[in-house]
């Protein structure tokens, strides 16, 4: 199979990952070389953004999300993909660099890109009303939806932000939930 093409330029932690990920697809990657992201870094993903886009696709782990979130608070309309923290895992730890081809390329494609926060859709109470949080199954819930929507698991405050983010509905959340209950039957 040919190796898709990716326009965006994706940022990466280090340079384990831009190998793997050449060896899954055709792209241009910015090391953020680990979780101190410098100015220099973020003034050259400005330029990506500017350009040609950007993807920021980040280990599943604390770092990772540690560099994700400060690149998003600076470009909030950034693209972001994720990869579950079970595709990422390798014997040596957890990142992009130990999962598969296929997973990459899913969730690259899957890229969600996000939107600065005008007016809030999901309330604290739509949360606690489809089982996000306040009860004893909300984290199996929150882990089931991340999973399905592919953004990487939060908890219930972040992901209620995530949501909002990418503006995901209150149904298309019903409407999955639904499906978690019919496979619990």
Do not use: W
Request: contains cysteine.
């Amino acid at each position: 199979m040919d190796k898709p093409i990716i326009n965006e330029v994706i940022i990466v932690e280090g340079r384990d990952d831009t190998r793997r990920l050449k060896e899954a697809v055709i792209c241009q990657t910015i090391e953020t070389n680990g979780s101190a992201i410098n100015e220099r870094t973020l003034q050259e993903i400005e330029v990506a953004l500017k350009t040609r886009g950007a993807i920021i696709f980040t280990d599943p782990d604390f770092p990772g999300h540690k560099i994700r979130n400060t690149i998003v608070e600076r470009f909030p309309n950034i693209k972001e993909a994720f990869l579950p923290k079970h595709q990422a895992k390798g014997a040596h730890g957890i990142g992009v660099e130990h999962a598969k081809i296929e997973d990459i390329r899913n969730a690259l494609k899957d890229s969600l890109t996000s939107q600065e926060i005008k007016e809030e859709t999901l309330t604290v109470q739509d949360m606690q009303h489809l089982g996000l949080s306040g009860n004893a199954a909300a984290k199996k819930r929150r882990e089931y939806l991340t999973e399905r929507l592919n953004i990487g698991y939060a908890n219930a405050n972040q992901l209620r932000k995530k949501l909002n983010r990418y503006q995901i509905s209150y149904e298309k959340l019903s409407k999955i939930l639904t499906e978690l209950e019919g496979d619990e039957k």
